[in-house]
């Protein structure tokens, strides 16, 4: 299993500092309104949407050019829970991966936080907003387009801070990134509308902003779980953003974290294997849904 997003190295110390202000600011900002939105019933399903999200993310699926993409889940989560327990669960996941996973550099955090937690349920939720009253199939359609938009606004984020970094040329990063980013994104939608339209057929009562009770809960998270089965047959190819670091030179930049612990998603004493993959996942899945968990009822109040 191939790390998925920002390394250590790919940024400047500048950049990846001032991003972990702006992460840490619109974290703040998201905890302060769930404080005062967030509903009891939501608090499990921050949890369900944290697990879903990181399981979801494991499936890297083929694009063109022997190019790989993986969800994101920013406008997904948004969508259901809003944009503010979206962010939350954005971060969760993340952290979790950088902390956990050794995916994504410790330091370049605030920039993966940012671009895929922030933006895309920023991004995502005001699109999708725009067309919430729609007839169902116009509107998980737009829901699709809300997720693609989101790709697309991080991967020009994440360009636009490899220039800034002095990584490579502003006239090169952009086009690579939003190039491979465009097909990236089609998946995105795909896997945002099949979610959204399973929900609507099972639990229509979960839509616009998701409420459900203990079945549910339970229910998600062993969906989550049955998901990072499948993590073994995720595609090999490197993500768009590798893909961009290889062939234009800059991939060698990637700097090692400071410890080991999970790395590749693999379980050390398994190796390299189907089984290490799928047990390492499944640990993080879990990881994520108690995180998601305990800081939704943190925000409520409760022990």
């Known amino acids: 299993m191939q790390p998925l997003h920002i390394p250590d190295g790919f940024l400047s110390s500048t950049i990846a500092l001032l991003f972990w202000l702006a992460s840490a600011v619109m974290v703040g900002l998201a905890a302060r309104r769930s404080e005062r939105g967030l509903g009891e019933r939501q608090i499990p399903l921050m949890g369900v949407m944290a697990a879903f999200i990181f399981a979801a993310q494991m499936l890297n699926f083929p694009v063109a050019g022997g190019t790989s993409g993986h969800f994101l889940g920013g406008a997904l989560a948004a969508i259901l ?3 503010w327990a979206g962010i939350l669960v954005m971060t969760a996941v993340i952290a979790v991966q950088a902390l956990l996973f050794q995916d994504g550099g410790l330091l370049a955090m605030g920039a993966n936080i940012f671009n895929m937690g922030v933006v895309t349920a920023l991004v995502g939720y005001g699109l999708y907003r725009l067309g919430r009253n729609w007839p169902p199939a116009a509107r ?164």
């Open 140 to 303: 998980l359609a737009w829901a699709g387009l809300a997720g693609w938009a989101a790709t697309m606004s991080s991967a020009l984020l994440t360009a636009l801070q490899l220039w800034l970094s002095g990584t490579i040329a502003l006239q090169v990063v952009v086009p690579a990134m939003l190039g491979v980013h465009a097909f990236i994104g089609l998946g995105e939608g795909a896997i945002t509308v099949a979610a959204l339209g399973f929900i609507e057929r099972v639990r229509p009562d979960l839509q616009p902003r998701a409420r459900g009770g203990l079945a549910w809960t339970w229910g998600g998270l062993l969906l989550a779980l049955a998901t990072v089965m499948l993590a073994p047959l995720a595609s090999a190819h490197p993500d768009g953003l590798e893909r961009v670091a290889q062939d234009f030179g800059f991939f060698t930049l990637a700097q090692d974290g400071p410890y080991q612990l999970l790395a590749g998603y693999r379980l050390p004493f398994l190796g390299d294997t189907p089984l290490s993959t799928v047990l390492a996942s499944a640990i993080g899945a879990l990881a994520v849904f108690g995180v998601a968990f305990w800081l939704g009822r943190s925000l409520r109040g409760e022990s």
């Open 81 to 83: 829970l809003g944009p």
